[in-house]
T-cell receptor, first 109, second 113 residues
Framework: KNEVEQSPQNLTAQEGEFITINCSYS?????LHWLQQHPGGGIVSLFM???GKKKHGRLIATINIQEKHSSLHITASHPRDSAVYIC???????????FGKGTSLLVTP | DGGITQSPKYLFRKEGQNVTLSCEQN?????MYWYRQDPGQGLRLIYY???????QKGDIAEGYSVSREKKESFPLTVTSAQKNPTAFYLC????????????FGDGTRLSIL
């Protein structure tokens, strides 16, 4: 059983739309990451958070520790935002990341 | 610029051969990790190392081996005992406690001939 669940699995949006990707986890964590993976495979860390909300440009990440839930929002989406977005958690008992399966986002012009 | 370098980008292996994937970082990070990615699945942890000359098995360590002789380097060997080695392999690094973001390499795609 995967400890990290993401939804939706696939998402298509038109340029300019507001996008939300959700992540739920079932265990105690010390931190949660949002990662971006482009078609070439390389992964970039977007956010690491353990409480509250973080914002970087058009990206916003929130986490609710009590509900074990996090969301990644993209405002004014653009075709260059097309990528796979991955939620990953660090368990209280561990060091390495436990990953969700990712959300594949396609933003069309 | 600091970062993580994985090589090669593409690697082909014949049945029965061992192959070694390189991972080097110049970020002065203590911890390094190897993950495997298969289509439709999340990344899974193969091995990780928090300090030189020490490493721990992850969820799918069977058929793999690692070494950590230098802080900068964490090579992964895919042995012939790994029955399904075709996958995308990612190396990452981070500072150790307190929890810090992980930085990723660009990955190595391994295929069986």
């Amino acid at each position: 059983k995967n400890e990290v669940e993401q939804s939706p699995q696939n998402l298509t949006a038109q340029e300019g739309e507001f996008i939300t990707i959700n992540c739920s986890y079932s265990v105690g964590i010390s931190a949660l990451h949002w990662l971006q993976q482009h078609p070439g495979g390389g992964i970039v860390s977007l956010f690491m958070l353990s409480s509250g909300k973080k914002k970087h440009g058009r990206l916003i990440a929130t986490i609710n520790i009590q509900e074990k839930h996090s969301s990644l929002h993209i405002t004014a989406s653009h075709p260059r935002d097309s990528a796979v977005y991955i939620c990953a958690v660090i368990l209280n008992s561990g060091y390495a990341l436990n990953f969700g399966k990712g959300t594949s986002l396609l933003v069309t012009p | 610029d600091g970062g993580i370098t994985q090589s090669p980008k593409y690697l082909f292996r014949k049945e029965g051969q061992n192959v070694t994937l390189s991972c080097e970082q110049n970020l002065n990070h203590d911890a390094m990790y190897w993950y495997r990615q298969d289509p439709g699945q999340g990344l899974r942890l193969i091995y990780y190392s928090q300090i030189v000359n020490d490493f721990q098995k992850g969820d799918i360590a069977e058929g793999y081996s690692v070494s950590r002789e230098k802080k900068e380097s964490f090579p992964l060997t895919v042995t012939s005992a790994q029955k399904n080695p075709t996958a995308f392999y990612l190396c990452a690094s981070s500072m150790s406690r307190p929890v810090q973001p992980q930085h990723f390499g660009d990955g190595t795609r391994l295929s069986i001939l």
